[in-house]
Structures are given as structure tokens and as C-alpha cells.
């Protein structure tokens, strides 16, 4: 499985921005979906996530009420809507996929190249 990450970029405090993650490849199912994110110096964390099948989405504390995570079922595409973005946001954001029905927020198999988003305050 390929995932492909974009959107990332450059917003002021306040702002906001939206990254896709397309999945590709031969004969693959997806169980769940998500996003993590990796601050400079900072392990990697949990964003949000997202039952393929049911659209079930699970989030951060830290982003619950700003970030909305969401799929287009006929494209295999996940989305994350990033709306009031903090510097505190800034962060290497990376796409993730699970074939298995698993945690949704720890346990995935595929991983996207990451993308770079940066809120300047």
C-alpha cells in the first residue's frame, strides 16, 4: 500500500488548511485510516482517526473542535480540515493505514512520506 500525503504549508495563527492522503496499490483493504503528527523533538502522536467502513472518527484532545477527519469512500482518500491553527500545530503530519481491525489510534501498518505544516504566530 502507497499512501501519498499534500496540503501542508506555511499559515498564520488562526488559519487553516486541509491535507489528503490517497491510498493506492494492488488488492489492499483499509480498516482504518489516520493522521499523527511529529513536532521537532517530539515523538510521534495521534492526530485523528477514521473507521473506513463507518466513518467512526476518533481525535486528540488537542484538536477535538478544530481538526474534522473524513474520507471519500470511492477515491480511498482521507482528509483532515485543520481550521483555528495554533503554532503549536507546527508539525511534520503523516498519513497512516490499517488493514486490520485494530486501535485506531496506535496501531497502523502503512505510512505516508509526511507533510510539513508550519503556524506562524
Known amino acids: 500500500v502507497q499512501l501519498q500525503a499534500s496540503g501542508g504549508g506555511l499559515v498564520q495563527a488562526g488559519g487553516s488548511l486541509r491535507l489528503s492522503c490517497a491510498a493506492s496499490g494492488r488488492a489492499f483493504s483499509i480498516y482504518n485510516m489516520g493522521w499523527f503528527r511529529q513536532a521537532p523533538g517530539k515523538e510521534r502522536d495521534f492526530v485523528a482517526g477514521?473507521?473506513?467502513?463507518?466513518?467512526?472518527?476518533a481525535y486528540a484532545d488537542s484538536v477535538k473542535g478544530r481538526f474534522t477527519i473524513s474520507r471519500d469512500y470511492a477515491k480511498n482518500t482521507v482528509y483532515l480540515q485543520m481550521n483555528s491553527l495554533k503554532p503549536e500545530d507546527t508539525a511534520v503530519y503523516y498519513c497512516a493505514c490499517d488493514p486490520a481491525a485494530r486501535s485506531i489510534v496506535n496501531d497502523y501498518e502503512y505510512w505516508g512520506q509526511g507533510t510539513q505544516v508550519t503556524v506562524s504566530s
Open positions: 477514521i473507521r473506513w467502513r463507518t466513518g467512526f472518527a
